[in-house]
């Protein structure tokens, strides 16, 4: 492959990013670990211009996720918080929204234990220690506290 070629290309049936590779082997969807090389590569600059332009330009609601996200209060569950995972074509239950929003001894006891390590600091999920995200940790068990209300499976319990 010389230098002007791109290393990629659109998958016709999944519209996913895949490598090209050696004739006779399959190609493969650009992986989670390879994103990164994938972003910095000169080449694949103005792929990564149209895909940040089709996704601000269209009527996608995803789109104002950020925005709403930005308008939350960190410490607490707010309207805002509600808006922006919706923003991401998931419903929040108006009965599991009310829970949200009212306050939980349990729920928040475990979100402000959590507040304590990322609050005001640089530290983020994909940096952090094991033992703040791991099975036994605040998030973790509220995470699974999340998970036992109603009508939040666990896409929308992760967004």
């Keep these: 492959m010389n230098s002007n070629e791109q290393n990629w290309y659109v998958d016709p049936v999944s519209g996913r990013d895949c490598y090209k590779v050696k004739p006779g082997e399959k190609s493969t969807p650009i992986m989670f670990e390879n ?26 609601s995803g789109k104002l996720f950020e925005y ?5 209060e960190p410490k607490v569950f707010t309207p ?3 808006l922006a ?24 006891g ?17 940096g952090c220690e094991q033992a703040l995200i791991g099975d036994e940790s605040e998030l973790s068990k509220l995470y699974d506290l999340l998970r036992l209300q109603p009508g939040l499976g666990y896409v929308t319990t992760s967004k």
Excluded: C, M
């Design 35 to 60: 994103i990164h090389k994938w972003l910095l590569q000169d080449q694949n600059r103005q792929r990564q211009i149209n895909h940040l332009n089709r996704y601000f330009g269209s009527n996608y």
């Design 68 to 72: 709403f996200a930005s308008k939350s």
């Design 80 to 82: 805002w918080d509600i």
């Design 85 to 108: 995972v919706e923003s991401l074509s998931v419903s929040v239950p108006p009965a599991t929204t009310k829970w949200l929003l009212e306050p939980d001894k349990v729920r928040d």
């Design 110 to 126: 475990y979100l402000d234990i959590a507040i304590k390590y990322f609050g005001g600091s640089e530290v983020t999920l994909w």
